[in-house]
């Protein structure tokens, strides 16, 4: 049995009812909307956010109805993060297969995207609770705050860590946090409850994003060879940001900035990769993404023992622990 699978057990029922209700927002009789919702159906990832709202609910109460919504909710507007940004990326994969925008055009992947946004508010609207309603509005504004904070950085002169927390917490954070709180909330959880989770949430949701950071240095390819493909997309993450701040070479804050406005060549990224590395970059991501995936954990100390808590803890260390 694999750690997710193990985590997933003790909410195994919960989760085919999830799945039941998620499959309806993937049909349609629009032949060129069903042709892409059934399209990203195939990628469906580890759904991590509905997990973790689940679990939160079962630390609390049960997973009602509106526990159910909110979670294909959650998901669904992660689901239109991907296909918005992989248009605003200009991608042409996501998890392995097409994006929506090389299945079709730019413009209609953007409605398709738009659409499922629009399924997330339904599902929201379906708890009958306003609070969640609100919360859901307020992750698709952080999520959108934090896509025009990283283009609004592309000109900038800053290579600080406080920018790449900013954004991680509005483009990753935000979701697992808001996941958590909601499950809580609707579980009939008080304030403290909810603040608990919803912390455990953010942290998590830091570790997780520094984690995937990470692996761009750990080998994408046969021989184990950083890939550097954050770079290549314009992207500076905690271990480049770290080793330039470190390094005190001003050649090397230029050459970062050189990466951000997309203008750094093959050879300039692998001299950037390597001097990210010789200045133990990479440590110093894993010793924050630990302490993050630690604090995480603590928040937990709030609530009595119990096969959900104890899979919400086991999610921490396999955030940090996983290999893609």
Do not use: W
Not at 40 to 66: N, T, Y
Not at 206 to 234: C, H, S, V, W
Not at 244 to 266: D, H, I, T, W
């Amino acid at each position: 049995m694999d750690q997710l699978t193990h985590i997933r057990k003790p909410i195994e029922e919960e989760l085919e009812r999830y799945q039941s209700l998620y499959e309806k927002d993937f049909v349609h009789a629009n032949p060129l909307l069903h042709l892409a919702l059934q399209h990203i159906r195939k990628r469906q990832g580890k759904r991590l956010r509905p997990i973790i709202a689940m679990l939160s609910a079962r630390c609390f109460g049960v997973v009602g109805e509106a526990v159910l919504h909110a979670a294909v909710g959650l998901e669904l507007v992660h689901t239109a993060s991907l296909v918005h940004d992989d248009i605003v990326d200009e991608s042409d994969m996501r998890r392995g297969q097409a994006s929506v925008n090389t299945l079709m055009s730019n413009q209609a992947a953007v409605l398709v995207g738009d659409y499922i946004l629009a399924r997330s508010l339904y599902h929201a609207s379906k708890t009958c609770c306003l609070e969640v309603v609100n919360l859901l509005s307020a992750v698709t504004e952080q999520l959108s705050d934090g896509e025009l904070l990283q283009l609004y950085t592309l000109d900038s002169e800053r290579v600080e860590e406080e920018v790449y927390y900013d954004i991680i917490r509005r483009k990753t954070a935000v979701l697992f946090s808001t996941s958590a709180q909601i499950g809580a909330l609707l579980a009939g959880a008080g304030e403290e409850g909810q603040e608990a989770l919803r912390l455990y949430g953010e942290y998590l949701g830091i570790a997780f994003q520094i984690r995937d950071d990470m692996l761009d240095y750990e080998g994408g390819d046969a021989l184990g060879k950083p890939t550097g493909n954050d770079m290549k997309e314009g992207k500076l993450t905690l271990p480049v940001i770290y080793a330039v701040n470190k390094g005190g070479q001003p050649e090397m804050r230029e050459l970062a900035l050189k990466v951000r406005r997309g203008e750094a060549s093959p050879e300039d990224i692998k001299v950037l990769v390597d001097f990210t590395l010789e200045q133990g970059g990479l440590l110093y991501a894993a010793q924050e993404m630990e302490r993050y995936a630690d604090m995480a954990v603590r928040q937990l100390a709030c609530l009595p023992d119990s096969a959900f808590k104890a899979s919400l803890c086991s999610l921490a260390r396999l955030a940090v622990q996983r290999n893609h």
